[in-house]
Antibody, heavy 115, light 113 residues
């Protein structure tokens, strides 16, 4: 079955750009809606955006870019001008039904914004 | 944005007993053209990513035990665990995908009494 794995720096300095890659294995990246979520420590889940129609959360839209590299079976997240409020576990995942329910999820990677 | 509100925030239930978690949306997530409720439920165990349990409000994901069931329509939804097992200790989240941005409830922590 499809598995996802996030990779990228665990620490990013304030005002810099957070960059993460999600590698998809066990299936083709195809034409699905690939999704990024985040979860600040001890808090709830926040949707960042989908790749399918580059639909982003309005609260983050000005700072987010999600792109897909079909040749590598990967998709990526770039979040610019980060602050401490962006410290979170970041999950990559697949959205079904044109951007609906989310499954499967990667294991998640903790990104800390700190100087 | 559609606001999702879960109740209670935490719940303690004895092994073998029924657990009920509620989720209310600030507006209807029922799409009239297909009569589907755009709502999903997830289970998140400590240190793990969320796991999909239910979508379309009541469709159980493949492999999910049948003690988990979802019900409700419009703005009011319920996740029921018919007979609580020790491995069901987790946080549970509802999610609407009726409109963008996708939003989640704040989570309900389920523990053993």
């Amino acid at each position: 079955q499809v598995q996802l794995q996030e990779s990228g720096p665990g620490v990013v300095k304030p005002s810099e750009t957070l960059s993460l890659i999600c590698t998809v294995s066990g299936g083709s990246i195809g034409s699905y809606f690939w999704t990024w979520m985040r979860q600040p420590p001890g808090q709830g889940l926040e949707w960042i955006g989908h790749s399918g129609n580059t639909n982003y959360n309005p609260s983050l839209k000005s700072r987010v870019t999600i792109s897909v590299d079909k040749s590598k079976n990967q998709f990526s997240l770039k979040l610019s001008s980060v602050t401490a409020a962006d410290t979170a576990v970041y999950y990559c995942a697949r959205a079904h039904g044109g951007g609906g329910w989310i499954d499967p999820w990667g294991q998640g990677t903790l990104v800390t914004v700190s100087s | 944005d559609i606001v999702m509100t879960q109740s209670p925030d935490s719940l303690a239930v004895s092994l073998g007993e029924r657990a009920t978690i509620n989720c209310k949306s600030s507006q209807s997530v029922l799409y009239s053209s297909n009569n589907k409720n755009y709502l999903a439920w997830y289970q998140q165990k400590s240190g793990q990513p969320p796991k999909l349990l239910i979508y379309w409000a009541s469709t159980r994901e493949s492999g999910v035990p049948d003690r988990f069931s979802g019900s409700g329509s419009g703005t009011d939804f319920t996740l029921t665990i018919s007979s609580l097992q020790a491995e069901d200790v987790a946080l549970y989240y509802c999610q609407q995908y009726y409109s963008s941005p996708i939003t989640f409830g704040q989570g309900t922590r389920l523990e053993i009494k």
